[in-house]
């Protein structure tokens, strides 16, 4: 056996990095990313994912930035387009408890091939990313589009040894051509109307818990099953009291669930077929972010006169003329502890917050 630096395994797969610097060439992806200055910020939330590490999770690092696993493509966005986006929203999706939030997004920004920008720019190439969502390009007034979203920028692709690396100006929402919007309302319900009436009722005459609401109406049912598979300690609050002033859930109705996108395989891992219907929405390996995105439709403090609503997760989210970010308000029912709201579609955790 021929006397070589011992190989660093991480969960079993070599660590090659060194050796291919050792020999000269382009980085691997991720380090191509992070030794770009204007894409600082982006790669900041790689290595969020890492925790302490210094380095991306292994999810990430073990999967893009070795130089013989690929090809892929990076559409990376800039410092600038991260000035877009409040700071405090960029810190609420890097904490800990965003981690499959962050995952979704990040791996939207990258796809599997090596795509040149001729056939990005004319449409032609087929591109979805690795998160399962599908990335169009479209050639519009200002520059190439990417799902109507971020434009391309027309500089030369960083080369990475595994793929290419693509700058654009804005972070891309993975969930809106997904989860869909509805535009307005046909019969708006006054949401802070509905909660005000119910916080009034603790004490008065009321009957029931929002955990009861949600069990026993049938155009709930598939959520309520959904949560008594993936998290029943859920259910479980939703049954208690003092949640907050007016607690409110907004609650993907059957019909969310079935105009979810995605028809893939049961035994996918794709966020991007998950929801499309229950059973891929409590498979094993999607349970943690199906359990994320449905409880993140938990409203303690209620909906203020102005339409200010804060999740349970820390995120704000916009209420207005019966419509709670993309999805309408179909029906408001309250019990003791607070209201369900029945929506038409998945609530996309950051509607819009990529426009500003």
């Known amino acids: ?195 005000k009436k119910q916080s009034g009722s603790f004490d008065n005459n009321c009957s029931g818990t929002m955990a009861s609401i949600l069990l026993s109406d049938k155009e709930l049912s598939t959520l309520a099953s959904a949560l008594q598979t993936i998290d029943p300690p859920f259910v479980k609050v939703l049954s208690l009291n003092g949640l907050g002033d007016s607690p409110i859930f907004f609650a993907p109705s059957n019909g969310a669930f079935e105009k979810a996108g995605g028809s893939g395989s049961p035994d996918s891992t794709n966020l991007a077929e998950l929801p499309g219907s229950y059973y891929k929405t409590v498979q094993p390996s999607n349970v943690d972010f199906s359990g994320l995105l449905l409880r993140f439709g938990l409203v303690p403090e209620g909906v203020e006169d102005d339409g200010k609503a804060v999740s349970i997760s820390g995120f704000d989210l916009a209420v207005e003329d019966g419509r709670v970010n993309n999805a309408v308000v179909e029906d408001v029912v309250c019990g003791c502890n607070g209201c369900v709201a029945r929506i038409s579609r998945w609530i996309d955790p950051i509607y819009r917050v990529f426009e500003r």
């Not at 900041?44 to 991306?56: D, K, Y």
């Not at 499959?100 to 939207?108: G, P």
């Not at 056939?119 to 032609?124: E, F, H, R, T, V």
């Open 1 to 195: 056996m021929s006397k070589t630096s011992p190989l660093i395994y991480i969960l079993g797969i070599p660590l090659l990095i060194s050796r291919c610097l050792a020999q000269g060439g382009p980085d691997p992806l991720l380090t191509t990313i992070s030794k770009d200055p204007d894409l600082s910020v982006f790669y900041s939330l790689f290595n969020a994912t890492g925790g302490a590490s210094g380095i991306p999770g292994p999810g990430l690092e073990e999967r893009f930035n070795f130089p013989k696993i690929g090809p892929y493509t990076a559409f990376a966005p800039t410092n600038d387009a991260f000035k877009k986006v409040p700071e405090p929203v960029v810190k609420l999706i890097t904490a800990a408890p965003s981690y499959q939030l962050i995952l979704a997004i990040l791996r939207t920004h990258v796809a599997r091939g090596s795509f040149e920008a001729e056939d990005l720019n004319n449409g032609s190439a087929d591109v979805t990313s690795i998160e399962g969502f599908p990335l169009a390009f479209r050639l519009e007034e200002g520059g190439t589009k990417i799902n109507g979203q971020a434009v391309l920028s027309p500089e030369e692709p960083l080369k990475a040894a595994n793929g290419l690396v693509y700058k654009i100006d804005r972070v891309v929402d993975p969930f809106i051509g997904y989860f869909g919007e509805d535009q307005e309302a046909q019969s708006p319900i006054d949401l802070a109307d509905a909660t």
